[in-house]
């Protein structure tokens, strides 16, 4: 089982970036597909973002060109670049690990416990 940590949140104003890590002890992560989720309060938990092993990525349609998925081998983290923050943005985000590339969040074995973006208006 890998365990996973999430870092990088924070206050931003509207417009600014963010860039959020998850790094992961128990296994490589090039054994998973690794996503990104966030939930906001009083919503449901929501795709945001997947990473398979081969490279190829897929985005929630609301992020797509802002937000960029990427991941350090040697350092066995995932990333997850946040740019051009707006207010809906906010919410607490998620790594998670996956054997197959979707964007189910029931399909993800393993979580993170969060990490808090907030982004004023």
């Known amino acids: 089982q890998v365990q996973l940590i999430e870092s990088g949140g924070g206050l931003v104003q509207t417009g600014g970036s963010l860039r959020l890590s998850c790094t992961a002890s128990g296994r490589t992560i090039s054994d998973y597909a690794m996503g990104w989720f966030r939930q906001a309060p009083g919503k449901e938990r929501e795709f945001v973002a997947v990473?398979?092993?081969?490279?190829?990525?897929a985005y929630e349609n609301s992020v797509e060109g802002r937000f960029t998925v990427s991941r350090d081998n040697a350092k066995n983290t995932v990333y997850l670049q946040m740019d051009n923050l707006k207010p809906e943005d906010t919410a607490t985000y998620y790594c998670?690990?996956?054997?197959?590339?979707?964007?189910?969040?029931?399909?993800?074995?393993?979580w993170g416990q969060g990490t808090q973006v907030t982004v004023s208006s």
């Open positions: 998670a690990a996956a054997g197959t590339f979707t964007s189910i969040a029931t399909n993800f074995h393993s």
């Open positions: 990473l398979k092993w081969s490279g190829q990525t």
